[in-house]
């Protein structure tokens, strides 16, 4: 059984809305070291990279507020209440790119802020596509695009693509010769 490095001491939440909270948390290291830090409360999200019949794969550009700009990214989203990975993935595409995936694979999990949040990214492959369209979250404008994996790399290489998990995404799969 692995020994934990720190107790949580005092734990108080200075913000919440929905299923996200701002804490402020001391703690008490295995060292004797009591530390101060805020973190993020995240139940969870899931990243898809839809991949179509003819090899290509879509990426979504919308507008991302803390960046304050476009940007182009794999469709992605967070978790709802009782809603297990495969539907939030389902949904998520669906809701972003008007289509549903008839076959999803797991490809791994990520923290993609460890040091200020707990939220887990979990990645998939999703193909055999079939249009279903769900309506988009009211706080969302979204463009879909397709592109072929080198037009993909060549994004990342000028940095029209800059977000972490589009980037991890799409290496991934190259590294799994599969891109």
């Not at 720190?6 to 809305?17: A, E, G, I, N, P």
């Not at 809603?83 to 694979?105: C, D, F, T, V, W």
């Not at 923290?111 to 309506?135: N, T």
């Amino acid at each position: 059984m692995k020994k934990e490095k720190y107790r949580v001491k005092q734990r108080k939440v200075v913000f919440s809305k929905g299923p996200i909270h701002l804490v402020d948390c001391l703690v008490r290291l295995t060292s004797g070291r009591t530390l101060s830090r805020q973190i993020i409360e995240h139940p969870g999200s899931v990243v898809i990279i839809p991949r179509f019949e003819d090899g290509r794969y879509g990426l979504i550009r919308q507008f991302r507020f803390a960046a304050r700009c476009d940007l182009w990214e794999f469709p992605a989203g967070g978790l709802e209440i009782k809603e297990n990975l495969r539907q939030a993935a389902a949904r998520e595409l669906s809701e972003e790119i008007g289509y549903h995936p008839r076959r999803l694979k797991k490809l791994l999990n990520f923290y993609p802020s460890p040091g200020i949040s707990s939220e887990v990214m979990h990645l998939y492959l999703a193909d055999k596509m079939i249009p279903r369209k769900r309506p988009h979250d009211e706080d969302e404008e979204i463009e879909m695009k397709t592109f072929s994996p080198g037009q993909i790399l060549a994004m990342i290489a000028k940095h029209t693509i800059v977000d972490a998990k589009t980037i991890l995404g799409a290496y991934y799969l190259k590294g799994q010769g599969n891109f």
